[in-house]
């Protein structure tokens, strides 16, 4: 399993949500609230649905919530079981 980086969340989330007005996902976001970049938890739980696709990966949906920054989300994904197929 190829591990999710940086630049794969921005790619993600402009693929599920769009990218937001005013907002500059080039910069430094590793440790930049998804409220502050303009994503709600809508748009996170569908962009962990298109990394569990992609990435062949399953997430606990509890801890989805808890995800509150791309560094989060990284964390969790590279650390998630491979799904079973």
Same mark, same amino acid.
């Given at each position: 399993m ?8 921005r790619?993600?989330l402009?693929?599920?949500?769009g990218a937001q +007005?005013? *907002?500059?996902?080039s =910069?430094?976001?590793? %440790?930049?609230s ?6 709600? @938890?809508?748009?996170?739980?569908e ?11 399953e997430?606990p949906? +509890?801890? *989805?919530g808890d995800? =509150?920054?791309?560094? %989060?989300l990284i964390a ?5 079981? @491979?799904?079973v197929?």
């Open positions: 190829a591990e999710l980086d940086i630049d794969d969340v790619r993600i402009v693929a599920c949500a +007005d005013g *907002i500059d996902l =910069g430094d976001i590793l %440790d930049t998804f409220a502050d970049l303009g994503y709600d @938890s809508l748009a996170l739980m962009s962990a649905a298109r990394i569990e696709r992609e990435y062949g990966v997430l949906e +509890d801890r *989805i995800v =509150g920054t791309p560094r %989060d969790l994904v590279n650390a998630a079981p @491979s799904a197929r």
